[in-house]
């Protein structure tokens, strides 16, 4: 009978196999950092179908399989190590597309560049677009997954990594199919691309927030006018749009519906380690909602936003020119827990801006359903062990503010259990200038992904 | 005794000259058009002082005299046609500065190239920025001042024409000195720098709105946060600046103050000529407040506004980037009226803004003063036969929905009687993209400023 974690001797060579590894990954991961693989906006197909094939020919040349799934928009990547003699089969969800990146709002190198730093305790840090989300923690789990199949672990470790996360992965229904198409059916799925609430513990998280995305836009002139010409008499679109914003803030029907956390998470949140001080300061927020920490745990976690994002139209420049605009746009999101239904507040949110002012245009550009799993199962147990070993700590329960439109859809497809394996910080970055994420990260993160497979192979019925 | 009228033998002279000046009205407002003198914004003072030194050498071709005033600012030009035996002296003003145009904006030509366009009925129509704001008007005045001396009506002529009023005027005292230390003390002014409510029918103003502008700004973070890690706790400056603008535009304190007009400005108001639907078109409005036509008058000319003009921070890209921003700045401004007070009503403003969210910070940029003037007087009276006798009916009495900083302002300082005779109409576009001016206007000016000039010379006391 096999016990669920690894002999002494490959421990040892785990502990080799990772330190070896930094020469691998900090190439590894400039190769990928430096393929400008931004999703939003649109523009960048060719850049992100070459960081795909990059990635592919990473894990070729760790001697894994790895082919493009086209999905009909950007492809994904689907590849591993296969092994008829699995007696578990787990697919590992990451993704290669990045945020944009504005240089000038870069203090540290540049977006594309990879820039390496040392440090007195992280040992390394990695600076660039992507390398917390998502490129880093999809590049340990490679490692992971290699030295698993070089020491015939009995699993059948799989890469499902796409290129539209940020857009809302509209083409991920495609790749599933792909993956299916390749007689690839697993046990269970494990993502990788959620963060700890502190570097001091680590942490697995059960629940995503969805999220409503959509333009707000209104023209009232065919050409700006002179304020005092015409003022009084002409609309102001900026003004009526911030009226809007105003009435939809105190408006009910984005905030109805959520459930409170069982009182059991409330004590798992308390118990998280979140620290109030190195949640802003990772943030690097100046002035904040609330300075109670399991206020803002909720705040995050567990309830509903509306945040306003840009506003187009108008004057920009310097100083002021007194002119009433034609029109503006602003751009808007919510942000929504479980038992919320994306698709019904769109169609409430889009009653409530024809009610308030029937000139607005509302034009829906995204949304992604909340996500509730659950932490019991083989699956999580497996997780949880190999994290404990890995990082000498259980890891905590968490809730994760983001949204991942990916893991709803392989709930409902795949009808597997799904865990979630985190390795960003919070001071990390996402989205943010000066992303970043460092090799304890990075080296721990393997040596959990690996005692993860372990106690999967082990566990497993077949 | 002198008639207040031209001799018949000196109105056919007049014709005449009118007729022949169109070649050098059209190559004067080239001159003046195609220096991009463009005040808001800072940055082209260069361009601004040659356009002034073009401007007062257009004076000095026609016999004139015409010198820069240093103001500590851009220059103004002061010039004229200096007579020992006028029996009255009287000040042009007008203002050589424009608009900032964005060429993405225009349809007809470039905003700083003359495009020159024949018209059934207005015969041509001049387009470029500043050919109808101010630089077409003052060109008509200058005409017909040329005009004046030749034909030795006793009359002393100067112009005024400063660079900095679209910028509120901020060192037109300093003009006003260097006037007073050049020896010349007007018996009155005349301001055409105003906008006629309708083409079918001439107008004299007599009130002008004031104004109020400023910046607010908010910054709540050093960098933008990512809106599923930190919203909820985040705090979004976009939204908040958008309730703010909500709470100001329920606010009582910019609407208090306000007189209602007289009844009898009421009628001058429905006699106006205004028409709703060309003053719609006219200023390219889509969708407005009200058609009712009164209730449009009273909302431009005797009402307040507050305007929203553009909002900086966040991102404005295609697409969208969900965010949270770390800062806004919302450029707004308030139109007021007469006894309202701008510099009352910014203090009032700043204890608002901090009582509604105390890190909202106000950047007051300029404040000019509403002006209440009268139509009583030999200056009215001189202006309104001569436009009278130009126009073949006599003016109305309207209200101006702009504001002009410099006309409170010499009010308070020369102490005498200001009257206006504009030729500007709705349909040229002040400040808007395809602005332009015509040639009837122009023509009639010239005419309407001669006949003023004879009136008032022959009405004078002196």
Redesign the interface.
Known sequence: MPTTQLEPAAVALLDQHVRQSEPWFRGSLRTLVEHPTVS???GHEVEIRRGAEAARDLIRALGGQADLLETGGTPAVFGGFPNPQARARVLIYNHLDV??ADLD?WTKGEPFRLLIEEHPERQFIYRGRGSTDDKGPALSALAAAAFAAAQKIPIDIRFLWETEEE?GSPHFDAALKGVRERGFVPDGVIVSDT?WPSASSPAMSYAL?G?L?G?LRL??????????????????P??E???L???I?GAAFWKAGVIPPEPAELEDFMASGFDAEY??QS????????HVPLE?ML??WA?P??????????????????????EAEL?V?F?LVHDQNPVQIMDELRRFVHGFNP?VELIA??QLQPYMGQLSGPLSAAVRAGMTRAFGKPPVAVR????IGAVPMMAATLGVPIAFLPLSL?EH??????ECFDWLQAAFGMRAFVHTFAALAHSSPR
């Open positions: 939003p906006g649109g945020q944009p709002t857009v963060v927030r999220s995305q333009i023209r009232t002139a065919f050409k700006e006018a002179h304020s005092g010409m015409a003022g009084g008499v002409a609309r102001n900026i003004r749009l911030c009226l914003v105003a009435a803030q949640f802003r943030y690097g927020l100046d002035k904040i909602e609330t803002m705040r995050v309830r936003t509306f945040e306003v994002h840009g506003l187009a139209g108008g004057y920009m420049g310097p100083g002021l020119k007194t002119a009433v605009p034609k751009k999101s942000r000139d550009t995204g994760e503010g983001g949204s919070p970055g996402y989205h943010a200038p000066d």
